[in-house]
């Protein structure tokens, strides 16, 4: 199982999406500052991980998100 997961921080108006095949763990290093992308905007919250059956998937849906329209579905529809 894949997921695509939603993080943000509201104070400094910031979502960051990413996938990964280990939630779990690739949340743990994102809330223990370990990974760049996203260490100047602790603390996070997950807001949202969807489940998708490949890594083409959730390869196209992270992308999907990250565009313009994406980040407006993301944001209206899912973390509300």
Known sequence: MW???ALENKKKNFIYIGYTNDLKRRIREHFDGK?????AYL???????????TE?????????????SGKTILKKRIIQ
């Open 3 to 5: 997921y695509v997961y």
């Open 43 to 53: 603390p996070l919250r997950l807001s949202a991980y969807i489940a998708v059956t």
């Open 56 to 68: 083409q998937k959730a390869k196209r849906l992270e992308k999907y998100f990250k565009t313009g």
């Open 35 to 39: 990974t760049q992308s996203t260490k």
